[in-house]
């Protein structure tokens, strides 16, 4: 909260690269691949993850989006104004803004944590949660 400076929620997008297909389409358009042959799969052939259409992926979105609109059923009511700070945590030798500065990750003491749906690309899998700070008895 602006007010007390406290953290009183802390959402979380983990986003995990598959290093053995970066160099691959995160997702195939199915009508942006003209002459397009059926391939057969071999049993005895190990295999690539089956990439996903850009509708999949775009639904998959979606549905993590409406889960956290319905969020306001269970996070408790944010009495003062309140900002938001954009943590991005990046490898150690990751080339990054001048403008960004360290900070201490925010963790919340008194919390509960609710996680949330993921999905995945064939290069990407992201994983959500929310934790907010539990409400005390006595300031309902």
């Known amino acids: 909260g602006i007010d007390s400076g406290e953290t009183l929620e802390r959402w979380q997008?983990?986003?995990?690269?598959?290093k053995?297909?970066?160099d691959l389409p995160a997702a195939v358009d199915e009508n942006d691949v003209p002459n397009r042959q059926p391939q057969?799969?071999?049993?005895?052939?190990?295999?690539?993850?089956?990439?996903k259409t850009v509708k999949e992926?775009?639904?998959e979105i979606q549905a993590i989006i409406r889960q956290i609109t319905a969020?306001?059923?269970?996070?408790?009511?944010?009495n003062e104004p309140c900002s938001f700070d954009l943590l991005v945590y990046?490898?150690?030798?990751?080339?990054?803004?001048?403008?960004?500065?360290?900070?201490?990750?925010?963790?919340?003491?008194?919390?509960?944590?609710?996680?949330?749906?993921?999905?995945?690309?064939?290069?990407?899998k992201v994983d959500t949660m929310v934790t907010y700070k539990?409400?005390?008895e006595w300031e309902l």
């Open 13 to 18: 997008f983990h986003v995990d690269v598959d």
């Open 20 to 22: 053995e297909n970066d």
């Open 40 to 51: 057969q799969s071999s049993s005895s052939t190990t295999t690539k993850k089956n990439k």
């Open 57 to 59: 992926i775009h639904d």
């Open 71 to 78: 969020s306001i059923t269970f996070l408790p009511l944010l």
């Open 90 to 124: 990046t490898k150690a030798d990751a080339v990054v803004p001048q403008k960004w500065h360290d900070s201490d990750p925010r963790y919340i003491m008194n919390s509960s944590e609710v996680k949330l749906r993921s999905f995945t690309t064939s290069i990407h």
């Open 134 to 136: 539990e409400v005390d």
